[in-house]
């Protein structure tokens, strides 16, 4: 249980860090905050002789939340963002899904971004970076280069970041007026890969009122005592597909008022389970993970239903439209 | 990264690393894939800090990093320079004078063998300086990630609102009604 020999190297810039990548692109590994990669290593189920040790590196810590977007610096931990208000008001379903990442103490030193390239289909942050439209911007000695979570993710921790290139930040976009989103997922034990994980994210046409929360609103109402509308939704998984693959179904809950969800909830669910691909192991087999993945999200569903807010535009309304990943989108 | 010959280097990469634990700096020649956990033990004498699972599910291991807790087997040694590190025996080193979570678990019983207890201190301490008002379930959630295969969760749970009774906030028992079970 303990690393094969291999040698720790320790830049202090972003520019030193892409020269040693380069340098060591076939037996090189970064490493953050190590919590997927040194049980890895102590297992010895990978060997790499050189280890780029970027937590010394100046400028990869920042986190800001600014222009509709939420920009994690490769070195910000999953700990800081899950406690971080900004964040939680601009979406809160970034430290929802924190919350359900391993123990606190891995948290403390585990790095968001560094989930994200680790690419586990039973990481959380890899699927809420696909869920809310995200994407990362990656660096090496041949440029910049922004890639969407469906580009970055290729396979179960497999991306297509090429050896010599470092995500530099992840970029999150916050909620749009109307929307509301959240995040569960089932553990055997606290900490424990989830058995099945789900992101939802619905649209409704409660824009206006969207700055107003109140909780002494009945439920089910906008600010302006209205019932909102559902006017889209979409789901993500965690431990019951191989990437973090996006299911649209606004077709299926478009027009329907929020106090009417129970009339969507089995169509929803449904065709949630339909689109999972479950794998079963000694905690669960496939039947089950893909039952508990339709009963997650019909709970989700229903909790969204009854929340009469929506979180997130109030911090930045007036701000301009995510424009990073969008601008990716349309390229 | 200060190389001893080239043979060894070849075989086993090292380094000169500063370390700051408990307060004190050492300047320590250490292989580069030594862990956190190991150079405490073996290279500090520190053997309060235990290593259980080695893939950082056990908690046994846990030590402070600036003040938060970490799994100190999943950590290189020669990345936790310029840092801060905390181990057991920084936050209590003396029988007849235990810290105030040490006292906590003398109070409530929450130990029987001890092997699991360094990481316990070490994350209550940490956790009660951030919540110094742990309901019950604050406190299960808190210890969560720390394994004890004696005791069962009950008195580590009641230590973790011993000890925020004892820097005077309340755990969720002592504000309102006297709590026997865990008051002297």
Redesign the interface.
């Known amino acids: 249980m303990k690393p094969s020999p291999l040698r720790i190297h320790r830049p202090k810039t972003i520019e030193n860090t892409l020269e040693l990548l380069a340098a060591h692109a076939s037996d090189g590994k970064i490493i953050a905050g190590g919590q997927s990669l040194v049980p890895v290593l102590n297992m010895r189920l990978a060997a790499p002789e050189n280890l780029i040790d970027i937590t010394a590196v100046d400028g990869l810590d920042g986190l800001t939340v600014e222009g509709q977007e939420i920009t994690v610096g490769a070195l910000v931990s999953h700990r800081r963002l899950e406690r971080d208000p900004d964040v939680a008001s601009a979406n809160p379903i970034l430290g929802e899904a924190l919350r359900h990442v391993a123990h606190p103490a891995i948290r403390n030193r585990g790095t968001t971004v560094g989930s994200i390239a680790h690419a586990d289909p039973n990481g959380e942050m890899p699927m809420i970076l696909a869920l809310t439209g995200g994407c990362v911007k990656v660096r090496s000695l041949k440029g910049t280069r922004t890639l969407t979570a469906d580009e970055l993710n290729v396979g179960p921790l497999e991306t297509s970041l090429e050896p010599e290139e470092l995500i530099t930040e992840a970029i999150f976009p916050a909620l749009q007026p109307g929307q509301r989103a959240g995040f569960d997922e089932l553990a055997r034990r606290s900490g424990d890969y989830g058995l099945a994980g789900v992101g939802l994210i619905m649209s409704t046409d409660n824009t206006d009122a969207a700055a107003s929360v109140d909780a002494a609103d009945p439920p089910g109402s906008g600010a302006a005592g209205k019932i909102a509308t559902i006017t889209g939704l979409k789901a993500g998984f965690v431990s019951v597909t191989d990437t973090p693959d996006i299911i649209e179904l606004d077709h299926i809950v478009s027009g329907t008022p929020v106090d009417r969800v129970d009339t969507i909830v089995d169509a929803v669910a449904s065709a949630i389970k339909d689109f999972i691909d479950p794998d079963g192991d000694i905690h669960a087999t496939a039947d089950y993970r893909r039952h508990l993945t339709g009963v997650i999200a019909g709970r989700l569903l229903k909790r969204l239903s009854r929340q009469n807010s929506t979180r997130g535009a109030s911090a930045l309304s007036g701000g301009q439209r995510a424009a990073t990943c969008k601008e990716k989108e349309s390229r | 990264?200060t190389q001893t010959s080239a043979a060894e280097a070849a075989?086993?990469?090292r380094?000169t690393i500063r370390l700051s634990v408990n307060g004190k700096d050492h300047v320590l020649d250490v292989?580069?894939?030594k862990?956190l956990s190991?150079v405490l033990r073996q290279d500090l004498e520190l053997t309060g800090t235990h290593v259980g699972c080695?893939?950082?599910v056990c908690?046994a291991c846990?030590v402070q990093?600036d003040g938060?807790?970490?799994?100190s087997?999943?950590?290189?040694a020669?990345?936790a320079?310029?840092h801060e590190v905390t181990t057991v025996e920084g936050i209590g080193d003396d029988p007849e004078n235990p810290a105030d979570v040490q006292q906590a678990f003398i109070d409530s019983h929450g130990l029987q063998c001890g092997f699991c207890t360094p990481g316990f201190i070490t994350?209550i301490d940490a956790?009660v300086n951030e919540n110094p008002h742990p309901s019950e379930e604050e406190a299960r959630?808190?210890i969560?990630?720390n394994l004890c295969r004696c005791t069962g969760y009950q008195n580590i749970v009641k230590a973790v609102q011993r000890t925020a009774e004892l820097r005077g906030g309340c755990g969720q028992n002592c504000c309102d009604r006297e709590d026997t079970e865990v008051s002297q």
């Open positions: 990264m075989a086993e990469p380094s292989p580069d894939r862990l190991d080695e893939h950082g908690g846990t990093l938060d807790p970490i799994r087997c999943l950590i290189f020669a990345s320079q310029s994350t956790f959630e808190a969560s990630g």
